[in-house]
C-alpha cells in the first residue's frame, strides 16, 4: 500500500491543554512529535496563561483533548471546556477528582474486581481526633476489629500527600520508614525511634506485601497497551540507582497474564487511557497500591514509538473512524531516531572446580550459611514464689493457672522488669546477715535478671525472651465463697545473649561483597544488573534466631551494594523459614545416643584406640577427640575458675555502683545498635576498661560464673562435656572481643578448650559417619528437599528456555511474505490481541503455580530491554541457619553413600576434600556450602552432562584469636573481627559431577516435593474472581471511545470470548 499524508484532507487538531512544564517535558514532546510526523494532527499548545487566567470561551477549538492534572492544574475549568466544546477526551477530566482521594481510588479498584493489598481506612474529622474504633499496640494497629501486625504501611488519604510510612515490628528492631518523593539519591530515609503512627490526619494502614526489594511501574495507553518497568524499592535503603546520566535505572519487564488483565481494567475503572499505577508482586500474585493518571514511560524509544502508534489509534477511532489505521511500513520519524546500541556482559565462564567452556554458563547459585559473630547465648534458670511474678504470669497466661506463659514483647518485658525491680533490694547487706545460701543465690539471679532486661535500653525480641512456666498450685477461696486454683511455685527461665556483633555484621557484609564478585563467572559487578533487570532471581532465607535473620539481612546489603540500616532490609528481602532451618527436635535421640557415647570415651580412664593402619581414620568411633581428653577436662575446670575468679573482681565494684545508680523508674533511650548488634565498636567503653558491647562486668561474671558451675559437679565429680562448646565460646568471645581485659590464663585456657571442642563439636552429630548421616538427614530433611526442588526448577526453567528459542527460530524461517502479512496488521506491537485473548485466562495462570514447589516467574521484556542476553536466567537460593544445619548438610553430602541403597557410589566429595574436612575441626561463623549448577548450551538437552554441579565450602572465620601476630592480624584485632576463610573444593579438580548423579544419592534424605505443604494464600491477597457479564457491561459502558468504529465491535468480540 501506497503510503500517502494527502489522504486526510483536514488534519485533526489535538489541544494539550496541561500545565507547560507537562506538556513540554522531554517524554511528551517525543510523542507529540512522532504523532505531528504521520501529518493527520495538528498540535495546539494551550499554555499556562490561557489555562489559568483566560475564559473559557476563548480557549483554542480542538477535536481532540489531552488534559490532566498537575501541580497548579484547574481542573474544575478544564471541566467546564470539555463540556462545552465537547471534544474526544484522551483521559477523561471528571474522573481524574478520584485519583486526588487514596479512599476513593481503593474504592474503584475494589468495585472493578482488581486485587488490592488488604486494607482499613482511619478517617478523623479533626487532628488527634481519639477514634474508638482504633487501637494502637506495641506490633499491631486495629482498625474497627481488623488487626494490622507490623509491618505495615501508613498513607495519607490524600492522593498528593506523598509522604507514606512503614512501621517495623520489635522483633526485627523496630522503627519507621518514612518514603518520599526523589530528592537526589534518596526515596526514603529510616527513623530508629519512631515506633508510634501518626494521629494528624486520615491514613489508610495496609499490610505490607514483601516484594523481594523490586517495585513495578506499569504504563497504560488504552486498554490494549502496557509497558512495565522495575526499579528498586524505596523500602529497602533508599537509595535511588541512577546511569551515569543521572536518571533512575528502571528496566522493562515482561507482564503476566493476571497483571496485563489489571492493566486493562486499571484502564477502563479510571477512564484515563494513558494511565501509570503501581504494581506489587508477592508470594506469585500481584496487587495494586497506586493510580497515578497521566504517566509516561522516559528514556525509551522503543516506547515511544509504540505509545504514538496506539494513541494515534484511539484518536483515529475515536474522530476518524473511516479513516485506516494501519501503520506505515515506515514510521516517519525513524530515519531521526539516534541509533542505541545494547549493553552486553561477558557470560561464559565456569569456576572453583575447573574451566569446562565457553559454552557453560551459570544457572543456579544456592548457598547454605551459618551466621555471623556473636554473644555467647545465655540462660538463667530460677523457682519463683513472689507474688508479682506469679501475678504477671497469670496476666499473660489469661489468667489460666496452669498455663506456661512466654514473654517477648516491649511491654510484656516492661513489666517483668518493673516486678522484678521492686523485688531486688538496693543493698547488699543481706549478703553478711543472710545465712540461706539458696536465697542469697536467688536474690543474685533475680539481679541478674533485672541487669539483663536493662541491658541495651530497650527491649528486642529478636533476642531476649522469658518463660515462666507453673509448678505447684493451691485451692483459695476468695470472697464470694467461690474456689479458685492458683500458682505458688514457677518456674523462670530467660534466655539472653547471641546477637550478631559488629564483627559478624561485618563479616556479613563482606561475604555478601565477596559473592558478588566471585560467585558469578564472568559478571563481576553485573550481579547487580543482572539482579536488576529481572534476570537474576534471588531469595533469601533465614531461621527464626535474630543473629541469624540480621546476618542474613547483612549479608544481602553486601551482595546488592545496599546503604543504611539492617531493618528495612530484613523485613523487605529476608523470609523466615524455622521449620526449614530451626530446631533439632527430629533428631534428639539420636543426638543424645552420640553425647552419651562421647561423654563415656571422654571420661573413661582407658586410652582412645585409634586405628592408625585404617587409610580412612574419618571412619573411626569419636575420630578428631584428642587422646588426653580425660587429663585435659581436669585442666579446663582449673583454668575456667581462675578467669571466672578475675571476672569477679572486675565485677564486684560495677555491682556496687549499680546498685546505687540503677534506673529503677525509667528506661534508657531505645538504642538500635545495643538491640541489633553495634555496627562499630563502642571506642569509649573499650577506652574505660569495660566490656564490648553491651554486656556489663556483672553479666560477665554471670556468664563465666554459670559456665563454672556448670562444667563441673565437685559434690557428685562429674564433668558435663556439653558445656566444652560453651567454655569454648566464651573463651574466643573474650579474646576477641576483651582481650583489652587483660584476664590472666584465658589464652591457655582457649587452647585446652579449643582441644577438646575440635573433638567434641563435630561428634555431637554422630559419633561415626553412619550416626552422622542419620542424623544429618533428620535435622536437614526439609532443607535438603527444598534444595532439589531449587535445582530441578532451574533446570525446567533452562530447558523451557531452549525449547522456546527453537520455536522462534523456526518460526524466523517461516516465509517472508507471510511475515510481512502478519507485521502489517500491527507492527510495533503485534502481541496485542494475543494478549487481550490470554488475559481472561489469569484465574488458571495465578493458580497454576500453587503448588510450593513451583515459582512465578518474572522476565526482562527483550523488545525495550537494552540488554544482549535478555533470556539469560540466574536463581540464587540462600538459606541463613545456625551451626547444626551447616554440619548436617555437609555430613550428608559426604557420607551419602553409605546409606544401603547407594551402596557401590562413591562418595559426592572427593577423598582429598573428605580429609580436608576430617582435619577442618570447626565450621565457624559465616562458614558456608555453595552449590553451583552449569548448563552447556552445546550439550544434548537429554544428555546427563548437559547439567554440571559444582560443590564448595569456607570453614567462616575459622582462625584462632592467637593464631596470627603479623599487622594484618593485629588490624582485625582492633576491630574484632577475624577474616573468612575462602572456598575449598569438595571436588577433584575437573570432576564432572551431574546434577542426574546429586540428585540420586540426596533423594534418600530429602523430603519428597509433595510432602511440603501447599503455601497459604497472602493475607494482603482480597481475590481475583472472574468478571460476571454485568461486570464486564458496566465496563464497556464507561469506556468512552468503544462506541466508534470497529473498535466497539472488537470489544463486543472479546466479552463474548470470555463468558
Not at 466544546?85 to 482521594?101: A, I, M, T, W, Y
Not at 528459542?805 to 496488521?825: C, F, G, I, V, Y
Not at 481475590?1023 to 459502558?1037: C, Q
Request: aromatic share 8%; hydrophobic share 35%.
Amino acid at each position: 500500500m501506497e503510503w500517502e499524508k494527502d489522504d486526510i484532507q483536514e488534519k485533526i487538531t489535538i489541544g494539550v491543554c496541561v500545565m507547560e512544564k507537562k506538556a513540554f517535558s522531554a517524554p511528551m514532546m517525543q510523542i507529540l512529535e512522532r504523532l505531528k510526523g504521520f501529518g493527520e494532527f495538528k498540535i495546539v499548545y494551550f499554555g499556562d496563561k490561557v489555562i489559568v487566567e483566560d475564559p473559557i470561551e476563548s480557549w483554542p477549538i480542538c477535536d481532540c483533548l489531552i488534559g490532566f492534572y498537575s501541580t497548579g492544574y484547574p481542573l474544575e475549568r478544564a471541566e467546564a471546556y470539555a463540556a462545552l466544546r465537547k471534544p474526544f477526551s484522551v483521559n477523561e477530566l471528571g474522573s481524574q477528582h478520584l485519583l486526588h482521594d487514596r479512599r476513593k481510588v481503593y474504592e474503584r479498584l475494589e468495585m472493578y474486581g482488581i486485587p488490592v493489598p488488604r486494607y482499613a481506612l482511619v478517617n478523623r474529622e479533626y487532628p488527634y481526633q481519639e477514634l474508638d474504633y482504633f487501637v494502637e499496640e506495641e506490633d499491631f494497629v486495629e482498625v474497627h476489629g481488623n488487626r494490622f501486625w507490623k509491618p505495615f504501611v501508613e498513607k495519607p488519604v490524600e492522593g498528593d500527600n506523598h509522604s507514606v510510612m512503614i512501621y517495623y515490628p520489635s522483633s526485627a528492631g523496630g522503627g519507621m520508614k518514612a518514603l518520599f518523593r526523589k530528592v537526589g539519591n534518596r526515596s526514603s530515609e529510616f527513623h530508629p525511634e519512631v515506633r508510634r503512627v501518626r494521629r494528624e490526619g486520615s491514613y489508610i494502614y495496609e499490610e505490607f506485601l514483601p516484594t523481594g526489594g523490586t517495585d513495578v511501574k506499569v504504563y497504560t495507553v488504552g486498554p490494549e497497551y502496557a509497558h512495565a518497568e522495575a526499579r528498586k524499592s524505596p523500602v529497602v535503603d533508599g537509595v535511588v540507582m541512577r546511569n551515569p546520566d543521572g536518571k533512575e535505572v528502571r528496566y522493562p519487564v515482561l507482564l503476566t497474564p493476571a497483571e496485563k488483565q489489571i492493566a486493562r481494567d486499571v484502564c477502563i475503572a479510571f477512564r484515563q487511557a494513558v494511565c501509570g499505577f503501581d504494581l506489587l508482586r508477592c508470594e506469585g500474585r500481584s496487587y495494586v497500591c497506586d493510580v497515578n493518571g497521566w504517566s509516561f514511560v522516559k528514556n525509551s524509544y522503543k516506547y515511544y514509538d509504540d505509545a504514538t502508534c496506539v494513541l494515534r489509534k484511539i484518536i483515529l477511532d475515536a474522530k476518524a473512524p473511516h479513516l485506516s489505521t494501519t501503520i506505515p511500513p515506515i514510521l516517519p520519524w525513524m530515519v531521526h531516531q539516534p541509533v542505541h546500541p545494547s549493553e552486553g556482559l561477558p557470560r561464559h565462564g565456569s569456576g572453583i572446580i575447573g574451566n569446562f567452556g565457553q559454552s557453560e554458563e551459570l544457572r543456579c547459585v544456592i548457598a547454605i550459611i551459618r551466621h555471623g559473630d556473636r554473644t555467647p547465648k545465655q540462660k538463667v534458670k530460677l523457682k519463683v514464689t513472689e507474688e508479682k511474678l506469679l501475678n504477671l504470669m497469670l496476666k499473660y497466661s489469661g489468667g489460666r493457672p496452669r498455663a506456661e506463659t512466654k514473654m517477648k514483647s516491649a511491654v510484656q518485658l516492661q513489666d517483668l522488669l518493673d516486678a522484678t525491680r521492686a523485688l531486688v533490694p538496693r543493698a547488699r547487706t543481706g549478703r553478711e546477715s543472710d545465712s540461706e545460701a539458696e536465697d542469697i543465690e536467688h536474690a543474685e539471679k533475680l539481679r541478674q535478671v533485672k541487669a539483663v532486661l536493662e541491658e541495651g535500653g530497650h527491649f528486642s525480641g529478636i533476642y531476649r525472651k522469658v518463660q515462666l512456666k507453673p509448678l505447684k498450685w493451691e485451692k483459695v477461696t476468695k470472697s464470694n465463697g467461690e474456689v479458685e486454683e492458683r500458682p505458688t511455685e514457677a518456674l523462670m527461665v530467660l534466655k539472653y545473649g547471641g546477637v550478631l556483633t559488629h564483627a559478624g555484621r561485618k563479616q556479613a557484609d563482606e561475604l555478601g561483597r565477596y559473592f558478588r564478585n566471585n560467585m558469578y563467572p564472568g559478571e563481576g559487578t553485573g550481579l547487580l544488573r543482572l539482579h536488576s533487570t529481572y534476570r537474576h532471581d534471588l531469595k533469601i532465607y533465614s531461621s527464626d534466631e535474630g543473629r541469624v535473620q540480621m546476618s542474613a539481612a547483612a549479608f544481602a546489603k553486601g551482595l546488592l551494594d545496599l546503604e543504611g540500616p539492617l531493618t528495612p532490609i530484613l523485613v523487605s528481602l529476608v523470609s523466615k523459614d524455622s521449620s526449614m532451618l530451626d530446631g533439632l527436635e527430629n533428631a534428639s535421640i539420636e543426638m543424645d545416643e552420640a553425647k552419651a557415647r562421647l561423654n563415656e570415651i571422654i571420661t573413661s580412664e582407658a586410652k582412645i584406640v585409634h586405628d592408625n593402619y585404617s587409610e580412612e581414620p574419618w571412619m573411626t568411633d569419636g575420630a578428631g577427640l584428642t587422646p588426653k581428653a580425660s587429663e585435659l577436662l581436669a585442666k579446663l575446670v582449673k583454668l575456667t575458675k581462675k578467669v571466672t575468679e578475675q571476672v569477679r573482681l572486675l565485677a564486684s565494684d560495677e555491682d556496687e555502683k549499680l546498685v546505687e545508680t540503677s534506673l529503677y523508674n525509667v528506661i534508657c533511650p531505645y538504642d538500635q545498635a545495643k538491640a541489633l548488634g553495634k555496627t562499630n565498636i563502642d571506642v569509649d567503653r573499650i577506652a574505660a576498661g569495660l566490656p564490648c558491647g553491651s554486656e556489663g562486668f556483672l553479666l560477665m561474671y554471670a556468664r563465666w560464673r554459670k559456665l563454672e558451675r556448670d562444667l563441673y559437679n565437685e559434690r557428685k565429680d562429674r564433668f558435663d562435656i556439653t558445656q566444652i562448646p560453651d567454655v569454648y565460646d566464651s573463651c574466643k568471645y573474650d579474646l576477641l572481643h576483651n582481650a583489652h581485659l587483660n584476664l590472666e590464663g584465658l589464652d591457655e585456657l582457649f587452647k585446652v578448650a579449643q582441644l577438646l571442642a575440635d573433638g567434641v563439636i563435630p561428634n555431637e552429630y554422630g559419633i561415626n559417619p553412619r550416626q552422622k548421616l542419620k542424623i544429618g538427614s533428620k535435622i536437614a530433611r526439609r532443607l535438603l528437599g527444598k534444595i532439589l526442588i531449587d535445582l530441578r526448577n532451574t533446570r525446567e526453567e533452562a530447558i523451557g528456555v531452549t525449547e522456546l528459542k527453537s520455536n522462534q527460530d523456526l518460526n524466523s524461517e517461516t516465509p517472508r511474505a507471510a511475515k510481512e502479512d502478519t507485521d502489517h496488521n500491527f507492527k510495533l506491537h503485534g502481541t496485542m490481541e494475543s494478549t487481550r485473548r490470554s488475559s481472561f485466562n489469569s484465574d488458571r495462570s495465578m493458580d497454576q503455580d500453587d503448588d510450593d514447589d513451583k515459582e512465578t516467574k518474572y522476565r526482562l521484556d527483550p523488545k525495550y530491554a537494552n540488554v544482549r542476553t535478555p533470556e539469560r536466567h540466574v536463581r540464587t537460593r540462600l538459606y541463613f541457619t545456625s551451626e547444626s544445619h551447616i554440619h548436617s548438610v555437609m555430613n550428608v553430602l559426604r557420607y551419602c553413600n553409605l546409606d544401603e541403597s547407594l551402596q557401590g557410589e562413591p562418595s559426592l566429595v572427593c577423598d582429598s576434600a573428605l580429609d580436608r574436612l576430617y582435619k577442618t575441626k570447626e565450621l565457624d561463623y559465616m562458614s558456608y556450602i555453595v552449590l553451583r549448577m552449569f548448563e552447556d548450551t552445546e550439550v544434548a538437552l537429554e544428555d546427563p552432562k548437559r547439567f554440571r554441579m559444582e560443590m564448595t565450602f569456607s570453614r567462616g572465620a575459622d582462625l584462632s584469636p592467637l593464631e596470627r601476630k603479623d599487622t594484618k592480624a593485629s588490624t582485625l584485632h582492633l576491630d574484632h573481627t577475624l577474616p573468612i576463610m575462602g572456598p575449598e573444593r569438595l571436588q577433584d579438580l575437573r570432576s564432572y559431577l551431574t546434577l542426574e548423579m546429586m540428585e540420586k544419592m540426596i533423594r534418600p534424605f530429602a523430603m519428597p516435593a509433595e510432602d511440603f505443604p501447599p503455601p497459604s494464600i497472602p493475607h494482603g491477597f482480597t481475590g481475583y474472581f472472574s468478571k460476571s457479564s454485568g461486570v464486564l457491561e458496566r465496563l464497556v459502558n464507561l469506556w468512552p471511545f468503544h462506541k466508534h468504529g470497529s473498535n466497539a465491535a472488537n470489544f463486543e468480540a472479546i466479552h463474548k470470548e470470555s463468558s
